[in-house]
Nanobody, 122 residues
Framework: QVHLVESGGGLVQPGGSLRLSCAAS????????MGWYRQAPGKQRELVAV???????SYADSVKGRFTISRDNAKNTVYLQMNSLKPEDTAVYYC????????????????WGQGTQVTVSS
């Protein structure tokens, strides 16, 4: 099993910055894609950013130029640097990873963190 622990959420004023972290632990053989999703009240969960094992990144149009996703493979950790935050960025942010617990691709599964609240308000 793989366990994800998120940190870094909180309350910030518009224009401010936050950095989210998500550390994976457990019986990890390898981690493929790592990403961040968010869900605002009354809305569906949406993809914010994703980074592959090779370091390629992709972002939602709404966060391009403001958010940066990165990963530390030695620490099995993914980060989301959020700058120029807007009230519409307010949501619960979830970490998501695709990981294997053995060399068999049949063990590849998607894991979710517990979520961390980000509130952007003056």
């Amino acid at each position: 099993q793989v366990h994800l622990v998120e940190s870094g959420g909180g309350l910030v004023q518009p224009g401010g910055s936050l950095r989210l972290s998500c550390a994976a632990s457990g019986s990890i053989f390898s981690i493929n894609a790592m990403g961040w999703y968010r869900q605002a009240p009354g809305k569906q969960r949406e993809l914010v950013a994703v980074i592959t094992s090779g370091g390629s990144t992709s972002y939602a149009d709404s966060v391009k130029g403001r958010f940066t996703i990165s990963r530390d493979n030695a620490k099995n950790t993914v980060y989301l640097q959020m700058n120029s935050l807007k009230p519409e960025d307010t949501a619960v942010y979830y970490c998501n990873v695709i990981a294997r617990v053995s060399s068999s691709w049949a063990t590849a599964q998607t894991y979710w963190g517990q979520g961390t609240q980000v509130t952007v308000s003056s």
